[in-house]
C-alpha cells in the first residue's frame, strides 16, 4: 500500500504526508477477509504552518472484508500508532472510514488505485488520500 495524503485547514493551511506498507490476510472458506498490517511515514509530516505536534511515524491496521465475484471488497481500521497515541496531521487515518475498497482478482493478484476526499470530524477542513494497492493472495479464489 502506496498513500498520498492531506489534511487542508480552511484556516491555517495543509499537512501532507505519504505512507508505504505492508497488509497480510487470509480468505477463509465462507470468503471472509481478516488481516492486519502497518503503514511507515515516508518523509516526514509537510505543513504550511509550524506544528509542534508529534506525528505517527506508523499506523497499525485492522483489514477486513470477503472475497466474492473474483474480487476483494476490503475496509481498513486504525488499531493504533507508533509514538503511542501520536496522530496523523496529515490525513490518512482521517480517510480511512471512507475507504471502499474492491479491487478484481485474477491469478491471485489484485491491484488497484482509491481516492478519499471527505470533511474532517470537526468541520475545520478537508482530508484527501490516494492509494495505490498490489495485493498478491494465496488463498483467493478469483481466476
Known sequence: MR?????????GGRCTTRWRGLLAFTVDDRGKVHGTGTVHLVGGLRCDSPNAQVNAERVMLD???????????LRLAETGTDPTNASDYGGLVGT???LRIALPVKHGVA???????????????????????????ATCTGA
Do not use: N, P
Not at 483489514?63 to 471488497?73: D, I, K, M
Not at 476526499?117 to 498478491?136: K, M, N, P, Q, V
Open 111 to 137: 491491484t488497484g488505485k482509491l481516492t478519499a476526499h471527505l470533511l474532517d470530524e470537526e468541520g475545520r477542513g478537508t482530508y484527501y488520500s490516494s492509494s495505490a494497492f498490489l495485493i498478491s493472495c
Open 3 to 11: 498513500t498520498y495524503s492531506y489534511h487542508q485547514l480552511y484556516v
Open 63 to 73: 483489514l477486513s472484508g470477503v472475497e466474492s465475484g473474483g474480487a476483494l471488497h
Open 96 to 98: 480511512l472510514s471512507a
